[in-house]
């Protein structure tokens, strides 16, 4: 176990050096000049140049790039060419609202995902299967920015039971804090519910045909033991790898549910920092989400090997 | 039992949605005349949020270039001079209007006593010395343009500031009502250098408490501001939120009282909420179409031949011009909430007020069409038109296609963002784009940088060496009937040149809650939160 997690962190810190390369080269690739977006409605070309000269865009592109390890590695990922404010203060304070809302969307999905995955294939062909596929047909088909703005209207205006923006951080005001988080987990995590549903209940519903289920049963198990403790751990594999690659389109999705509902994550700093061609602050989000994305696989990765060890087997051959 | 909560709570959802769509879909009540102030009283207390359409950029008077950057400012930065709501400039920090030696060359002020910065430092002549030397020098100001003509600044008493002018100079007083005149702690300014941005100190109404990159900043009630006994919030808080809907979505909700540049659309939604109010103001600024005249190796490069039938002929532009109907793009476009516009100078301009928007030549395709055929060009005349990103500028680009397309032209549209279109349209690479200006009090910012040969936002290569003259002349005629004049016929030219076609003047659109008073909105599209408060 031990020499197979040294090899998947071995690897994960190769993909993460090689994903900054790519990472720095594409954002200098982006048409529209920093200097100028920064610059804005009164450019002149005195002003201009100063700009340029301030954060090294003048730079050859290895000098930016070394220039910028350098800095990452001690923790530094310099300041906004916009704001003046420091990157990593930035990304710290926006990380765990964009954390917080990819864990409450996650709770929900699998909670809601799960549980109608499992009715859906036990109760087949009932009803309750058909409740749940058309609850997941709508989950994938509606948009963010339609089910976002509609749930503000209903519950935040017409019914004001939550907020219809802003964060307040968790430890500050527990409620207040669930108030605004509530309907963008919803936003966030229908889509990701649905995808949950469908593939629980694919699982399932193969788990339930195959022999080892027959011979549970037949061995006088009872229905909560044939579907938990055989039908569903067996399931469950499927579901975590896919809920491993549906958490990165957690963090991005958040890019549209923080414009809608104004929190101020990864998601809002993201689009702010492209639309103004901030590179310092780019790079900086760029890096964390990979960062993110690779710590997540490696997880996932550790989590079939908890579950499944003939995975670990075949990885360490 | 179950069956019928989950029927009810449907029921109660459904009804909720409908109620909260039915209420934007209703779109008949009418905007009224202008509204800047609301002056009803106020109680003491109370925080205000105002949501601005976009992030501000650095909180230092010196750097800062955006326009939701100014907002800000206006609650914690006050300037040498201020504008009233009929654009007339007025005294702020400064105890007097300047005086100008008879050459215009020499300018001297006196600035008011007792005043303390938020850190309590003293205002004083020396402390406006520096703040004037250092948006003139610094390496990367956004204020050099507007202060290249300061030859020498000096305190010439402990109130008393001289400035003396390469040439003379009548636009100063207007740039030192904006952010050139605003005045920096000197002792903070020692204390951060560049790094002032994240600790502003100035003399106003609120003081600087913090900032969260994309999410807020943060203003208190400043106890050393000279008049804090007339400041009425403990708190003011700016929040960007760029979406249009999502800004009324909060100001409805309650979660903002203030929401800065609403689009008509927006407006519309907005009156028929009953606890909302709206004030609006001609802004100074203008919107048009750019096209590219001569702009062949860049802003700032020598103006160029393009061989394009546009850029070529003359009559091909006028035809452009006249194949648009600028009264219906305001009413198609822009709700007819905003003003057709056809020069730079808005008509609301209190300095030279330039030509009015009734002037507007009215639209005529055939004419246009017979000047296509005198110019010999192969029509359609193909067009590319890069617009904004925007839903407006999609719709403007539409409607603009449409229209020109009767009168014998082939627009295609390229929708750019932002940074992307500057990049492009500065270097020349373009045939039009949709070009806009937020405005300056004094008609030469809205002028000389874009129409004078290499102006620094020339993008247009423009080059007419009358246009030049009478820049030079309109910036050191003293006389106003005169410079008037001048800035009349500046306009006829611009127009008969027409790098850049005119279209519409935007107007600054506020909204709030109607529990708050006091809010201020000017031509210069600030919102002014010194006065607001909650009603009692």
């Known amino acids: 176990m031990t020499s197979y997690l040294l090899t998947r962190i071995r690897q994960s810190l190769i993909t993460l050096v090689l994903v900054s390369m790519v990472v720095f080269a594409g954002i200098r690739a982006l048409p529209g000049d920093p200097a100028l977006a920064l610059a804005g409605e009164e450019r002149s070309p005195k002003a201009l140049a100063a700009i340029r000269e301030s954060y090294g865009l003048d730079d050859n592109i290895v000098v930016q790039y070394g220039r910028f390890i350098g800095h990452a590695v001690t923790g530094d990922l310099g300041t906004s060419s916009r704001t003046g404010l420091p990157v990593a203060d930035a990304i710290t304070a926006a990380l765990p609202i964009t954390l917080e809302l990819a864990a409450l969307s996650l709770l929900l999905a699998v909670t809601l995902g799960i549980g109608a995955g499992i009715v859906a294939a036990v109760r087949r062909g009932k009803p309750e299967e058909w409740l749940a596929n058309a609850l997941a047909l709508l989950g994938l088909s509606v948009p963010t920015f339609w089910l976002g703005i509609v749930l503000v209207l209903g519950f935040a205006i017409a019914l004001p039971v939550f907020s219809a923006s802003g964060y307040v951080p968790f430890t500050t005001d527990p409620l207040d804090n669930l108030r605004r988080m509530v309907l963008p987990s919803i936003v966030l995590g229908s889509g990701l519910a649905a995808v949950v549903m469908r593939q629980t209940r694919a699982a399932m519903l193969d788990s339930l045909s195959a022999d080892y289920v027959r011979t549970a049963r037949a061995k006088g198990l009872s229905r909560r033991e044939v579907i938990g403790g055989h039908a569903l751990r067996n399931s469950l594999v499927t579901v975590v790898t896919v809920l491993g690659l549906q958490l990165g389109h957690l963090i991005s999705g958040a890019v549209v549910t923080e414009q809608i509902f104004v929190l101020p994550g990864f998601g809002k700093l993201t689009i702010d920092a492209v639309f103004t061609r901030d590179y310092a602050t780019l790079q900086g989000v760029v890096l964390c989400t990979s960062a993110a994305y690779i710590l997540i696989n490696l997880l996932v990765d550790v989590a079939y090997s908890v579950i499944d060890p003939r995975i670990r087997l075949g990885g360490a051959r | ?536």
Request: proline letters at 6%; charged letters at 25%; a positive charge.
């Open chain 2, 1 to 536: 039992m179950r069956r019928k909560a989950v029927v009810l709570t449907a029921v109660a959802l459904v009804m909720s949605l409908t109620a909260g769509c039915g209420s934007l879909q209703s779109s008949a009540t009418e905007v009224g005349g202008e509204r800047m102030t609301d002056d009803r009283p106020v109680r003491d207390g109370g925080t205000l949020t105002v949501a601005l359409n976009a992030d501000p950029d650095k909180l230092d008077p010196t750097l800062a270039q955006t326009l939701v950057g100014r907002t800000v400012f206006a609650g914690m930065c006050e300037k040498l001079y201020d504008i009233d709501e009929h654009g007339t400039v007025i005294p702020q920090l400064a105890r007097g209007l300047p005086k100008t030696s008879k050459d215009g060359r020499t300018v001297t002020f006196a600035l008011r006593k007792g005043l303390k910065f938020s850190d309590g430092t003293r205002l004083d002549a020396a402390a406006a010395v520096t703040s004037l030397l250092r948006h003139r020098d610094l390496a990367g100001s956004a204020r050099a343009t507007e202060l290249a003509p300061l030859a020498r600044v000096e305190a010439t008493g402990t109130y008393t500031v001289k400035l003396t002018l390469k040439q003379a100079y009548v636009p100063l007083t207007a740039v030192l009502a904006d952010r050139s005149g605003m005045v920096m702690s000197p002792t903070a300014l020692k204390k951060y250098g560049k790094n002032f941005t994240n600790h502003p100190s100035c003399v106003g109404p609120f003081k600087y408490v913090e900032r969260v990159g994309g999410d807020r900043i943060v203003l208190a009630k400043d106890p050393n501001y000279y008049a804090a006994d007339r400041v009425h919030l403990d708190k003011v808080i700016y929040k960007p939120i760029p979406d249009g809907n999502v800004r009324l979505a909060n100001l409805r909700s309650g979660d903002i009282q203030v929401g800065d540049q609403m689009t008509p659309v927006d407006v519309r939604s907005a009156l028929t909420e009953p606890g909302l109010q709206l004030f609006n103001s001609p802004s100074l600024g203008y919107q048009g179409i750019g096209l590219n005249v001569g702009n062949v190796k860049g802003l700032g490069e020598k103006p160029g031949r393009i061989d394009t039938p546009l850029a070529r002929e003359p009559k091909v532009r006028e035809a452009f011009e006249l194949a648009i109907d600028r009264e219906l793009i305001n009413k198609v476009v822009f709700q007819g909430m905003y003003e057709p516009a056809c020069g730079p100078v808005s008509p609301e301009s209190a300095i030279a007020p330039g030509v009015k928007a009734s002037a507007c030549p009215k639209r005529d395709v055939a004419k246009a069409r017979r000047l296509l055929d005198e110019a010999g060009v192969k029509t359609p005349v193909r067009i590319e038109l890069k617009v904004s990103t925007t839903p407006e500028h999609s719709r403007l680009g539409q409607v603009l296609q449409a229209m020109t397309k009767e009168a014998g032209f082939a627009v295609t549209l390229r929708p750019t963002e932002y940074a992307t279109m500057l990049e492009e349209t500065d270097s020349g690479d373009y045939d039009a784009f949709t070009s806009g200006w937020s405005g300056r009090l004094d008609p030469d910012g809205n002028i000389a940088s874009f129409l004078q040969t290499r102006g620094a936002m020339n993008a247009y290569g423009l080059s007419d060496p009358a246009i030049d003259r009478l820049v030079e002349r309109g910036r050191s005629e003293a006389d106003p009937d005169e410079r008037a004049r001048i800035y009349e016929e500046l306009t006829e030219l611009a127009t008969e040149r027409r790098g850049l076609v005119y279209l519409y003047r935007q107007k600054n659109y506020v909204v709030t809650r109607k529990d708050v008073a006091g809010v201020r909105v000017y031509g210069d599209g600030l919102v002014r939160v010194t006065a607001a408060g909650y009603t009692r």
